[in-house]
């Protein structure tokens, strides 16, 4: 069911647990979240980096939100990371309602000048807009920022931040890292304190990099008001350690089961992960999903789509035929 990242974000912090965001390139991992998603009973968010957009174009963002649209649970699809505002126009013209305008590579003035504007353009046309201050170091699909680099989110500053620009959530910079932790993972809770005392309820709070975050900090950075965590390095692991395995790899291999097996390994890492952020069991909590199973009957899935496609939000319901 493909449902809105603010109800999906917003649900999830009043009851306190997290929703899952995955990096999905092609097919096998789109089916990899949904079916983890479904089989755990519960919401996700299949997220798109610029490179993946690229490199698979406005098909690729088509397959998302026609798997979001099929699940049996809420799935929203997710512009991730992107600087460009090309790439921006691009996502939002081929049907995404959520993007991540990222001006964390520029000063704060130019910073705040970009996420301003792509976040008055997505408003415009109904999208949620995810913004990022401070920078996180690591290494994500070649995009690189040096730990000198990396700046950790000033409280005061995210505040005047979110208030001028407006965004609906904000990726906050507490020691978290994009891929693997060189060291043992220090977060610095003390600070995303102090953000959520400035922000309030009104922003929505997400942490990039939560590959290798040991189970403690996932859960007090919950307790402490983080709605969504980004996952990406541990799911593309799974899948390229799967494509040198014998299934794959060796003489006579075929393509499908090489793709099940793909699949399978994707899909127990999410799966993981989904237990961890504490969404498993969640569908049920959120609007759409209780609207369309509490009031409506069982009808085969084309049946359905037409007759409750006015259970979506408006947004949503442009995609429809």
Not at 2 to 16: C, F, K, Q, V
Not at 126 to 137: C, D, K, N, P
Not at 179 to 185: A, L, Q, R
Request: glycine share 6%.
């Amino acid at each position: 069911m493909l449902t809105s990242t603010l109800e999906l974000l917003e649900t999830a912090r009043r009851h306190i647990y997290a929703i899952g965001a995955f990096n999905v390139y092609n097919l096998e991992g789109v089916q990899a979240v949904v079916r983890a998603a479904e089989a755990s009973h519960s919401p996700a968010m299949l997220q798109i980096h610029p490179s993946a957009l690229k490199y698979g174009g406005t098909s690729l963002v088509a397959l998302c939100l026609e798997a979001a649209r099929t699940a049996t649970v809420p799935i929203a699809v997710h512009l991730d990371h992107s600087t460009s505002s090309k790439a921006i126009h691009q996502a939002l013209a081929a049907g995404m309602t959520s993007v991540m305008a990222d001006g964390s590579h520029l000063s704060y003035p130019e910073n705040l000048a970009f996420t301003r504007e792509m976040t008055q353009l997505a408003h415009a046309q109904g999208a949620v807009v995810e913004a990022e201050i401070g920078r996180i170091s690591g290494t994500e699909d070649g995009l690189s920022v040096s730990e000198k680099e990396a700046k950790m989110t000033d409280p005061v500053q995210a505040t005047e931040f979110v208030r001028l620009t407006k965004v609906d959530a904000l990726a906050v910079t507490i020691g978290n890292v994009h891929g693997e932790y060189k060291s043992e993972p220090r977060l610095d809770f003390d600070r995303l304190i102090r953000i959520r005392q400035n922000l309030g309820e009104g922003t929505l709070l997400v942490l990039h990099g939560a590959s290798g975050l040991p189970a403690s900090m996932i859960s007090k950075s919950i307790e402490l008001g983080v709605c969504k965590f980004n996952v990406n390095t541990e799911v593309r692991q799974a899948y390229m350690k799967m494509l040198g395995d014998d299934v794959c790899a060796a003489p006579g291999a075929d393509l499908l089961p090489c793709m099940d097996e793909a699949i399978a390994a994707m899909q127990q890492v999410i799966t993981e992960k989904l237990q961890l952020f504490g969404s498993q069991n969640k569908a049920h909590f959120h609007q759409g999903f209780r609207e369309q199973t509490m009031s409506l009957p069982l009808l085969p899935l084309t049946k359905m789509d037409e007759r409750h496609k006015g259970l979506l939000p408006s947004t949503a319901a442009n995609y429809w035929s």
